[in-house]
């Protein structure tokens, strides 16, 4: 089992920043990738930003140049989403997504609860 702790969703008014955290423990022998994906009310949940093991970046095209993703350097299952000049449009749930490697040849999937960020204008 793999347990994901997400933190720092909150208010914030439009401009301002915010920083996600998601910690991953449990049964990991290697994350392939971490990140987080988003979801507002009534459209489809869509990439935020992901970080791959071999430290490549992939971001949303809406986030490109606002937010940025990382590792945390003392704790390698640590990821985290620097949020800056956010907007309005950016108000949404936000999970975090990351895949296991078993050791085993598998690969699974697994999400956090959902952290919600709001940003008001």
């Known amino acids: 089992q793999v347990q994901l702790v997400e933190s720092g969703g909150g208010l914030v008014q439009a401009g301002g920043s915010l920083r996600l955290s998601c910690a991953a423990s449990g049964s990991i022998f290697r994350i392939n990738y971490m990140g987080w994906y988003r979801q507002a009310p009534g459209k489809q949940r869509e990439l935020v930003a992901q970080l791959t093991s071999g430290g490549m970046t992939n971001y949303g095209v809406s986030v490109k140049g606002r937010f940025t993703i990382s590792r945390d350097n003392n704790a390698k299952n640590t990821v985290y989403v620097q949020m800056n000049s956010l907007k309005p449009e950016d108000t949404a749930v936000y999970y975090c997504?990351?895949?296991?490697?078993?050791?085993?040849?598998?690969?699974?999937?697994?999400w956090g609860q959902g952290t919600q960020v709001t940003v008001s204008s």
């Open positions: 997504n990351v895949q296991i490697h078993d050791g085993l040849g598998s690969l699974a999937d697994y």
